[in-house]
């Protein structure tokens, strides 16, 4: 019988790869509407109002942001049990200490 690497190990590598990508993202995104608002703060009036719309579609975009940051890391969470799952299960199905 060969054995080759788990499919289902490198899934979940890939899942916590793919996690830790959503999060760094996410993380980014948040951090420059953050940056962006504390510049439009110090604004006039006028900027301030012709800006409204604008700030309505970051709120938009941080609440996205904010729920891939908490997917992302669920990702993460469920790439590791799935990555030790099959790792624990190749090492019943095989007598290493033998």
Known sequence: MEITGSSAYYAGLSAIQTGQNRVDQAASQIANTTAERTATSQSSDFQAERLRAVDRSQQMDLATSTVQLAVGKHE???????????????????????
């Open 76 to 98: 993460v969470e469920l790439g590791v049990k799935l990555a030790k799952a099959s790792d624990e299960m190749l090492g019943r199905f095989i007598d290493t200490y033998a």
